[in-house]
Structures are given as C-alpha cells and as structure tokens.
C-alpha cells in the first residue's frame, strides 16, 4: 500500500480574511436560529431572530486529508459582527473529547477575543487581532469571540482524532465569563451570574 493510501497526499491551503480555504475538502455554517440558548438575553435573540435573513453567521472551511493517528484538520473559523443583547456574537465554543488536546489559533481578520475557561477553575480571555496567534492548551473549553466591526477570521489547527464536544457549555449554564460591550464600546469580561460549573467526567480522557 502507496504513503499516500495510509496517511493521505500533501494539500496546498490558502485561506483569505473572508473565511474561505482554498484547498479545503469540508464546511459547515451556523445560522442564527441554530443558536437559541447561546445568549442570555432571550428577548434580545428573539429580536434579532425576527429581523433574521438567514444567512450564516459563523462558518468553518476545513481540510482532512486522513483519518490516522498523528493527522491534523487545518482550517478557517469566520465569525460576523454584532450583539445579541450586550453580548458579542460568538461561536458556540467546544472542549475537545481527547481532553489532553490542544489546538492553534491564528488571526487573519478583524479583532476578536479567545475566551477559554479550565475545567478546574480558571479562565482567561485573549485577544486576538491579524498576526497574533493564541495557543489554547489541552483541558481548555474555548470559544470565540467577535468584538470587533468586520469579519473575525482565524486560522486553525489541532490533531484530526482529538474531537468536539459541544454540549459541556451548555450543561454549565454557559462559559463563567461573558464578553460585553462595556463603556465606551470596548470589549469586557464579566462573571456569568448563570454559570453552574463543569461535571468532572463530561469528557473523555
């Protein structure tokens, strides 16, 4: 059996601000209405959910060239601007299954935050504007955040094995900190009054 038959061929990849990889072999969109419970403000979601034209507001283009162990998926996140009540748009935010996995973030567009909260008690938030890249360790829920005018494009990378898992914010009450517009239009970070905190064994090691 051919190298290329195990472990895939090379790909050439070129990404751009506006969220597209050349190269790339998958998508996904989310829309707004794929987003209920995300913001606390429901009112608010449901304003914006009724003035909604359906277009995406955050998608990933991605390329996947094997499955084995030791691949990596290398992709781009591109996230819309805007607030849902005094929250800024956001992606749903993930931990991965492989708790111990890490991933790469790399700015390309726009001025976004990584807001990222430890299963044992810490969080932090990393802003990330183009040419600035954020290392988000193993054992990090992670999300991001656009807190900025335009597009809010990153490039990424992490193992292809390494997995998603979706639900562990929503199980929480969401993340410990929101990203708010604060005084003078700059982004905050504020204690969630409706985070519950993280059930240790959600994810598997």
Known sequence: MRTEDI????????????????????RYEKRLSDLAGLYRDDAAYARALEADQGEPVYWVESSTPSQVAGALTIGVSCLRPGTIGNEFAMTRGHIHRTVGAAELYYGLSGRGVMLMDALDGDSRAVEITPGVAVHVPGGWIHRSVNVGDELFTTLFCYATDAGQDYDVIAHAGGMRSLIVRGAGGAWAQVPNPDHRGYRSGETDE
């Open 7 to 26: 472990y895939g061929a090379p790909v050439r990849l070129a990404p751009d601000a506006e969220g597209t990889l050349e190269g790339s072999d998958g």
